[in-house]
């Protein structure tokens, strides 16, 4: 039987996800506040930084953005993240990460108040994801469980092989693979040879940061592939997939741009939403 491929189109679906948002937020007691905060010049997360502050913009949040030069003292910013911590238009607190390499992110992320850490990356927040009782969960691994949704597929049992094992994506994304009951594999640089896992799995994620690391010969008929990868390559920016080779095999891809990037930025706003309902006690009516 020929497998007709479906695109899933995160763009349409976080775009739906921001409408409810906006909503909720005209209809609630008080606006949600972010602050984001960035260091240094990285280009990459300059972009990211400026979709997650335009999107929280145009839900109606409060914003406050702090940008750092590259050589500011660990000192400081720990000043910032306590001044933030109590201020009470404030819900939710974003370092946009990698910090740089005199800074350690553990000292920083540990001194984000866990009920503010809407990017789920303070310890207490990873801990409580990995025993199975989430508060707030890492944007993409969020975003990219919602999409899986949309596929209707039943992840129990399913055999799903996750490619890279990062604090950020990879591991929060096993432990909620693992919660939905499917068998998970994962695999990193190390793994020494992608195609025997790839090969049999049901769902695909890569999440390397390797343009073209999955390639047709690597997949079976009718898999579900989601990725996870921004690349930039001769100026245009493209996955860690061979979308339009794997595209002829897969029931299901997502394409970079417009896969999982739009549903992280989506779900970084739900998280500051929720901080908001929870830190202001209130409980929002279901839309
Ligand atoms: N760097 C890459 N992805 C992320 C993310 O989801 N949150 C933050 N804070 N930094 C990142």
Not at 144 to 166: C, F, P, Q, R, Y
């Amino acid at each position: 039987m020929e497998t007709i491929t479906k695109i899933l189109n995160g763009s349409g679906i976080a775009q739906t996800i921001r409408a409810r948002l906006k909503t909720q937020i005209a209809r609630g007691p008080k606006k949600p506040g972010l602050a984001v905060i960035l260091v240094g010049q990285d280009p990459a997360s300059k972009i990211y930084v400026d979709f997650k502050t335009k999107a929280s913009r145009e839900v109606g949040m409060y914003l406050e953005t702090y940008h750092f030069e590259e050589n500011i003292k660990e000192k400081k910013l720990l000043k910032l993240i306590d001044k933030l911590n109590k201020n009470k238009k404030i819900h939710g607190i974003l370092v946009q990460l990698p910090l740089p390499s005199h800074i350690e992110d553990l000292s920083v992320l540990q001194r984000v108040d866990p009920r503010k850490d809407v990017d789920g990356f303070h310890p207490e927040n990873v801990g409580l994801l990995a025993m199975g009782y989430p508060r707030f969960i890492s944007a993409t691994p969020k975003g990219i469980m919602h999409l899986l949704d949309h596929t209707n597929i039943d992840l129990v049992g399913k055999e799903v092989v996750v490619i890279g094992a990062s604090n950020i994506v990879g591991k929060p994304l096993v432990q909620l693979l693992l919660d939905e009951e499917a068998t998970v594999t994962v695999c990193h640089e190390k793994t020494q040879n992608l195609k025997v896992h790839t090969e049999h799995a049901d769902i695909i994620i890569v999440a390397a940061g390797v343009p073209k690391l999955l390639t047709a010969d690597m997949v079976k008929k009718g898999v579900v592939v989601i990725d996870v990868g921004i690349n930039k390559v001769d100026g245009a920016v493209v996955g860690d997939v061979d979308f339009e080779k794997v595209k002829e095999r897969a029931s299901y891809i997502t394409p970079v741009p417009g896969g999982v990037g739009p549903m992280t930025v989506a779900m970084l706003l739900e998280n500051t939403w929720e901080a908001m309902c929870a830190i202001e006690g209130y409980r929002p009516s279901v839309i």
